[in-house]
């Protein structure tokens, strides 16, 4: 099944989901990201984002031209519906990156977001920081796999961006088998070579 990315507010995905977008450079990736984020927003979610580029106040710019009044983005980011975030505050806080602590900042901020009345929350984040070899990075792929128990427990879409000028193909295998759905060329795609997490783990065994 397909369906494209950014056509209303279920942007053509399910709570629960844990999505792989891959694209080449950040024009390419702003095509699915904004839409994913213009979307949400509209429809009350929750917005988390985590990226490195580009600066905060320019990434709100580019958000905001998807709006009659470019002001409500202002306000959603007043309002912490939308929060911009550095890998250096989410991902590699403390100076590495921990799975076990990566996904206790996401559960607080979707406990947190879902007790303050949000029905949704999208979260969408971009590993950039991978290729500068910060503490704790050979744990990322586990910490995909494991994204795979936690992405159902809550109304939640995480949507993970890969630039693949960045990755190696082996990541990029790696990556794909570890996310239910893809984006490609716009459209969300069922991932015919996903692996659940006892299967993948068994397989990196």
Same mark, same amino acid.
């Given at each position: 099944?397909?369906?494209?990315?950014?056509?209303?507010?279920?942007?053509?995905?399910?709570?629960? &989901?844990?999505?792989?977008?891959?694209?080449?450079? !950040?024009?390419?990736?702003?095509?699915?990201?904004?839409?994913?984020?213009?979307?949400?927003?509209?429809?009350?979610?929750?917005?988390?984002?985590?990226?490195?580029?580009?600066?905060?106040?320019?990434?709100?710019?580019?958000?905001? $031209?998807?709006?009659?009044?470019?002001?409500?983005?202002?306000?959603?980011?007043?309002?912490?519906?939308?929060?911009?975030?550095?890998?250096?505050?989410?991902? !590699?806080?403390?100076?590495?990156?921990?799975?076990?602590? !990566?996904?206790?900042?996401?559960?607080? !901020?979707?406990?947190?977001?879902?007790? *303050?009345?949000? $029905?949704?929350?999208?979260?969408?984040?971009?590993?950039?920081?991978?290729?500068?070899?910060?503490?704790?990075?050979?744990?990322?792929?586990?910490?995909?796999?494991?994204?795979?128990?936690?992405?159902?427990?809550?109304?939640?879409?995480?949507?993970?961006?890969?630039? @693949?000028?960045?990755?190696?193909?082996?990541?990029?295998?790696?990556?794909?088998?570890?996310?239910?759905?893809?984006?490609?060329?716009?459209?969300? @795609?069922?991932?015919?070579?996903? @692996? *659940?997490? &006892?299967?993948?783990?068994?397989?990196?065994?």
């Amino acid at each position: 099944m397909t369906n494209a990315i950014g056509s209303g507010p279920t942007l053509g995905f399910e709570p629960g &989901d844990h999505v792989c977008a891959f694209y080449v450079g !950040t024009a390419e990736r702003d095509k699915l990201l904004m839409p994913f984020l213009q979307e949400g927003l509209r429809a009350g979610n929750k917005c988390l984002c985590i990226a490195d580029s580009p600066a905060h106040q320019t990434m709100v710019a580019n958000i905001a $031209e998807g709006f009659d009044d470019p002001e409500d983005v202002e306000r959603s980011v007043a309002s912490r519906q939308l929060e911009l975030l550095h890998s250096t505050d989410s991902y !590699t806080r403390g100076g590495s990156f921990s799975t076990l602590r !990566t996904i206790d900042f996401f559960r607080e !901020t979707v406990e947190g977001a879902l007790s *303050s009345g949000y $029905e949704r929350v999208l979260i969408s984040g971009e590993p950039a920081w991978l290729s500068q070899g910060a503490p704790g990075a050979e744990e990322f792929v586990d910490y995909e796999v494991s994204l795979n128990d936690f992405a159902p427990q809550y109304p939640q879409v995480i949507l993970c961006l890969y630039d @693949l000028e960045r990755f190696g193909g082996g990541m990029v295998v790696d990556i794909m088998r570890t996310h239910k759905k893809l984006v490609l060329g716009g459209f969300v @795609l069922d991932n015919p070579h996903y @692996l *659940s997490p &006892d299967e993948f783990r068994a397989t990196a065994r």
